[in-house]
């Protein structure tokens, strides 16, 4: 039942599940959903959105702080809880020093509140602090920051309405951003042509004017073949490249030998597609890419987003002609890295080794400087922890117990805790192995800021009064950074740690908290980068030639298929919420593997039948999809228990190869689970 709120017109709020940024408009006396007429998502909503009180009214609600005590926890009141957790985080930075101990920030949860965490792990003495951004798109972040200066979407999606071409690449917004798709189909009826590479065929393809189904593990090669065709039929161009780029001889001579016939045998796409691809995209005249973790959770993934920057850097698809656009899968995962929720970066990016601007957030924080050397990725803390190296883990709003690859491992690591702290909505995966376990309020139940995958920080308002004894997290963080005795957490409201991150932006000092709450938002640093240089240090893009890079695993005699990982659109990423969701769980279906129909015929398997899934870190069980996926690859939904058997190969931005693991697949002997596949 709802409980607390006022009967009030319709609050403002931005939905709680992916990066698209979708405002909605909830009822405090009913909590149902309306969408939002402005932007972005202009009175459209997915299934997720509309339904998306509906987990915030569950019983399963998180109502007390707990602490545990033997193999049980017990409710403590909140006072004891901050100063036992503040006590045991000092006690453990004396002993050990303040890199023994890692904070994890949240993709879900506001700006403000990702803000005061890495606030506290920097004044705290250490910059082991990430965020879940690490396993979908710092590749991106990496790749884009060495090409165009700057890790982040450059255009809004209003400018995909008015582009001749848009390529989109492992990534289905058809299911995973379906109001994105409605931007999409509006160019499309514009005359834009739509073309989409992938490992299977997606929904979005059915809107595809070209299809492009690649084997796992190949993009480089189609990439550059692709420009193989732009630069050898002098489709690029030179202007643009003249006086806004570096690197174009490089990638010139290395793409020469990937000819359309060489990239047909690597990735199993017709060389005249090839070609006819090349041309249409570059004759265009002006065009989107679009990616998602298809590119990115590779070990070639920082490789992957570098080869398809250069397509658009060869074709000056930038700034009016052109965007860049990395679609993020979490409602803040974009402000939780902006907040410098991430080891290597301060806010807004900047370098940690930026003395200038470190020394800036220093001095508004009240101290002389910031730890410098490198923090943690956040998928490196698992050997750390095994090293013994971090002591104690501070995770908000995470469940690595099931999103991160191998989670076996991540499970049995999380034992060797000596503190862990999980502050979260419900009784999480994570949550039964921590010590204490503090409950946070729902995303309707507190104020504050989120930026979406375009840079729009919008506000979100609060609906209604915190679930039993549930605690908005920003208020949690103010408790902890005054309890550990940090400087600078004197906040009475959520609206001064808004103003406050304001101060570090040159482009949001002179915007108040008062004009974001009354706007459709704030672009940060603005609506469109790059449109006159770029943000390198001599004001140019730099193109940078990448070879093809061999996935981590191979299929053999063993394990011949490649299993692959994807997102349904009824479900968000470990299932937390929307399996509390009554509408969204009437929509699912049980989770199933997609086989292709002649595998499957050898195998000796029908659609339905129950089939064992094995890689070399373990085996799971689900029924059998048979459907359009090419011969050898196998697709399983990431949501519930996939990443039991991922790979933990991690690419240079410290991101795992979560599409790609060599895997066996069998049929079960009578037809149901058996003893020895149970996860």
């Avoid at 991106?140 to 890790?151: D, P, Y």
């Avoid at 393809?205 to 492009?212: G, H, K, P, S, V």
């Avoid at 999980?422 to 946070?440: E, G, N, S, W």
């Avoid at 049980?590 to 000796?604: C, F, Q, S, T």
Wanted: proline content about 5%; glycine content about 8%.
């Amino acid at each position: 039942m709802f409980t607390g709120g006022s009967v009030e017109d319709p609050k403002t709020v931005v939905c709680p599940y992916c990066g698209f940024g979708c405002k909605l408009l909830v009822d405090p006396r009913t909590m149902r959903v309306k969408p939002h007429r402005g932007e972005p998502n202009r009175g459209k909503l997915c299934p997720k959105g509309l339904h998306a009180t509906e987990f915030v009214l569950s019983g399963d609600r998180l109502k007390r702080p707990l602490k545990r005590e033997g193999s049980k926890m017990r409710p403590i009141s909140w006072g004891q809880a901050i100063e036992e957790i503040a006590g045991k985080l000092l006690e453990i930075r004396e002993l050990y020093g303040a890199d023994a101990v890692a904070f994890m920030a949240s993709s879900k949860v506001s700006n403000e509140e990702n803000y005061l965490l890495q606030k506290i792990a920097r004044l705290f003495g250490t910059n082991n602090i990430d965020n879940c951004a690490r396993l979908c798109h710092e590749a991106s972040v990496h790749a884009l920051k060495m090409t165009v200066g700057a890790g982040a979407q450059t255009n809004p999606y209003e400018d995909l309405e008015s582009f001749n071409a848009i390529l989109i690449w492992g990534y289905n917004p058809a299911e995973t951003h379906p109001v994105v798709m409605d931007y999409i189909l509006r160019a499309k009826r514009k005359g834009a042509k739509v073309i989409v590479v992938d490992v299977r065929e997606t929904r979005t393809m059915a809107f595809a004017d070209y299809r492009l189904v690649i084997r796992p593990g190949t993009d480089i090669a189609l990439a550059n073949a692709i420009m193989h065709v732009i630069i050898r039929e002098e489709l690029y161009d030179d202007e643009f490249i003249r006086t806004r780029t570096t690197g174009f001889s490089e990638v010139r001579m290395a793409v020469r030998k990937y000819t359309p016939e060489y990239a047909e045998k690597v990735t199993g796409v017709p060389s005249e597609l090839i070609r006819e691809v090349a041309r249409v995209f570059a004759l265009a005249g002006s065009g989107a890419i679009m990616w998602g973790m298809g590119l990115t959770q590779h070990v070639s993934g920082v490789e992957n987003v570098l080869a398809v920057i250069d397509i658009a850097l060869l074709l000056g698809y930038i700034g009016e002609k052109g965007g860049l656009y990395p679609m993020r899968g979490q409602n803040n995962v974009q402000g939780a890295a902006y907040m410098g929720a991430l080891s290597e970066f301060l806010p807004g990016y900047v370098p940690l080794t930026d003395e200038k601007f470190r020394k800036r957030v220093a001095s508004l924080w009240g101290v002389d400087d910031l730890p410098v050397e490198r923090g943690l990725y956040l998928t490196e803390l698992w050997d750390a922890i095994e090293e013994g190296d971090v002591k104690a883990l501070y995770i908000v709003g995470e469940n690595p117990a099931v999103s991160e690859a191998n989670f076996m491992r991540v499970r049995k690591t999380l034992r060797k805790l000596d503190l862990l702290v999980v502050q979260d909505v419900f009784m999480t995966r994570t949550a039964k192995y921590a010590h204490y376990i503090l409950p946070a309020s729902a995303f309707c139940e507190k104020s504050g800021s989120y930026m979406n995958s375009e840079r729009r920080i919008q506000w979100s308002h609060k609906v209604c009064e915190p679930y039993a004894d549930s605690k908005p997290d920003w208020e949690i963080l103010t408790m902890l950074g005054k309890a550990l005795g940090l400087p600078g957490f004197d906040y009475r409201a959520v609206e001064e740690i808004t103003a406050e991150y304001f101060r570090l932006f040159p482009s949001l000092e002179e915007r108040t908290v008062e004009e974001l709450k009354n706007s459709d938002g704030i672009f940060l640093p603005r609506k469109r980068l790059h449109t006159w240089e770029f943000a390198t240090p001599d004001g140019r893009a730099r193109l940078i030639a990448v070879e093809q890079v061999q996935p981590w695993e191979k299929p053999d005699g063993d394990y011949p298929f490649v299993l692959t990982t994807v997102r349904l659109i009824s479900h968000y990423n470990t299932g937390e919420m929307t399996l509390r969701s009554p509408s969204l769980v009437r929509l699912m279906g049980e989770p199933k593997v997609l086989i292709n129909e002649d595998d499957a015929k050898r195998l000796g398997i029908h659609d339905g039948d129950w089939v064992e899934i094995e890689t070399k870190r373990g085996k799971i069980r689900m029924k059998a999809k048979l459907g359009r996926i090419p011969s050898g690859v196998v697709a399983v939904s990431f949501h519930f228990k996939a990443n039991k058997i991922t790979s933990p190969a991690l690419n240079k931005a410290g991101t795992p190869e979560l599409k790609f693991s060599a895997a066996r697949l069998r049929k079960l002997r009578s037809g149901k689970p058996t003893l020895d596949t149970h996860p």
